[in-house]
């Protein structure tokens, strides 16, 4: 499984209405059915830059439907946002692989 991480530092003057869409847009990008879940976090690190940093993790069901995400549907997807926001935001996408998982188990 992979990880397409997007991160994304928006400034103060548009936070609440990027929040707003950024809600509405993670289930497009999981309707494309290249991905299984998608979890949004806060950074809790203060920026130099200043305003609010946030991540988006989409977990890819592989590498296949990762790369079909990029053909198909990321650029569509992506230039909503950046028609919206683009001078308001910095963002930078990255890649991980799962390694392994651990889950702690209290019984």
């Not at 497009?28 to 690190?45: M, S, Y």
């Not at 592989?62 to 079909?68: H, N, T, V």
């Amino acid at each position: 499984m992979v990880i397409y991480n997007v991160t994304v530092n928006i400034d103060d003057s548009i936070h609440q209405e990027w929040l707003i869409w950024i809600k509405e847009h993670i289930p497009q990008v999981l309707g494309t059915g290249k991905f299984e879940k998608a979890t949004l976090t806060k950074v809790l690190v203060e920026e130099e830059l200043g305003g609010h940093t946030y991540s988006v993790q989409y977990r890819s069901y592989s590498r296949e439907a990762l790369e079909a995400y990029y053909k198909e549907d990321a650029e569509r997807l992506k230039a909503e946002g950046l028609k919206k926001f683009a001078d308001k935001m910095l963002s930078f996408r990255t890649e991980l692989q799962i390694v392994d998982e651990y889950t702690v188990n209290f019984k």
